[in-house]
């Protein structure tokens, strides 16, 4: 027998769980998804090397139809929790260069919206509603469908309590619930992000150019291309130039508390030259945690050397110096890169 709970006990449990807005859409198929992604790889707007367009083209068949995910799907529960935070993001000094991380990359907010994600996905359960194991959906098509906010012209959802400044979650169920309308909203004449973005990669309003977004850049492995490489500035993971300079971002007052800090020694804002050169107990003791700062990874390294460069603080020069003897050609080619940067820092 199907249990009988209704929408606002739903969003009640949704709110307990730390999820600021609940809303519902329908389970019917996402029918421009599959267009949408063809178009744009056909466009060259995918990096190859991220996965293979046939392996993106057997996810998207599948994300298209939640009922591949629940066969007797009923509903979809959307939830949005809001992660801004007000650290500084950015601690670099004379003398002291600092990363810049994405504030959704300051804090556990992925973790976060997983572990919250799953205790109401069990709670449902035990009051007898079948939840999916794996909500395989397109999250954002998901969120507009259910009224959560609209597509801003950077591609990301624009709420209006929030910004976007949002962790995106669902839930499809066996339930039937009242669904939300999609909110009669966008970004009018605004151009903000598309002029903040220091690649240029928002190339149309909703459409993004991955190869050349600083958010796939900083996680990609191998080169960086040259005429990128100053526009990273000192991001080490991923980018918040569309998110400052959107007006609904500048208005969210809103510090979240509970998210927990990855922040023993100032992670939000990592000082550079020690992660040039860690020693295996200390990535123990800070870092062992954290996937998305490892150290040890040929690509984070890569970036605190763009980064150094971009800084130009002389500091680095001598472990600048010491990278261009790695025994890993990535790192010294974009030291030799970072040395000529801030030489040419120092005579002009
Ligand atoms: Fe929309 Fe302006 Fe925000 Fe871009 S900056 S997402 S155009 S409101």
Redesign the pocket.
């Known amino acids: 027998m199907t249990p009988i709970i209704n929408k606002e006990e739903i969003i009640k449990i949704g709110n307990r769980f730390g999820f600021e807005i609940v809303k519902i859409c329908s389970p019917k198929q996402f029918t421009d998804y599959e267009k949408i992604v063809k178009e744009r790889i056909r466009a060259g707007l995918y990096p190859e090397e991220l996965i293979s367009y046939e392996e993106i083209l057997k996810d998207v068949e599948t994300y298209a139809n939640p009922y591949n995910s629940l066969p007797d799907a009923k509903s979809i529960i959307c939830m949005a929790f809001c992660y801004y935070t007000m650290e500084q993001t950015d601690l670099t000094k004379p003398g002291e260069p600092h990363g810049v991380l994405a504030r959704a990359y300051q804090r556990d907010v992925y973790g976060e919206k997983h572990r919250r994600e799953k205790q109401y996905a069990e709670l449902l359960h035990k009051k007898g509603i079948k939840v999916a194991k794996r909500n395989l959906i397109p999250r954002k098509m998901a969120a507009i469908r259910a009224g959560i906010g609209w597509q801003?012209?950077?591609s990301?959802i624009?709420t209006e309590e929030f910004g976007?400044w949002i962790a995106l979650s669902n839930l499809i169920v066996n339930i039937e619930l009242e669904p939300d309308n999609p909110l009669s909203k966008d970004?009018?004449s605004?151009?903000?992000?598309?002029r903040a973005c220091p690649t240029s990669a928002i190339q149309a309003?909703g459409v993004i150019n991955v190869n050349k977004c600083i958010d796939y850049l900083t996680c990609k492995t191998g080169v960086i291309p040259q005429k990128l490489r100053d526009k990273m500035g000192n991001r080490l993971v991923s980018c918040d130039c569309?998110q400052e300079?959107?007006?609904?971002?500048k208005a969210v007052k809103f510090i979240k508390k509970d998210i927990p800090s990855i922040d023993p020694v100032y992670r939000h804002s990592p000082a550079l030259l020690p992660l040039l050169s860690i020693t295996e107990d200390d990535f123990r003791k800070y870092y062992l945690d954290c996937e998305f700062l490892d150290p040890r990874s040929e690509s984070l390294q890569r970036n605190v050397i763009i980064a150094l460069g971009n800084i130009g603080d002389p500091i680095a020069i001598p472990i600048l110096q010491k990278c261009l003897k790695s025994t890993k050609s990535i790192l010294r080619e974009h030291a030799k890169w970072a040395l000529e940067y801030i030489f040419n820092f120092k005579t002009n």
């Not at 605004?190 to 598309?194: F, G, K």
């Not at 300079?245 to 971002?249: D, F, G, L, S």
Request: proline share 10%; hydrophobic share 20%.
């Open positions: 801003g012209k950077n990301l624009i976007s970004c009018g605004c151009q903000s992000c598309i309003p569309c300079a959107c007006p609904y971002n």
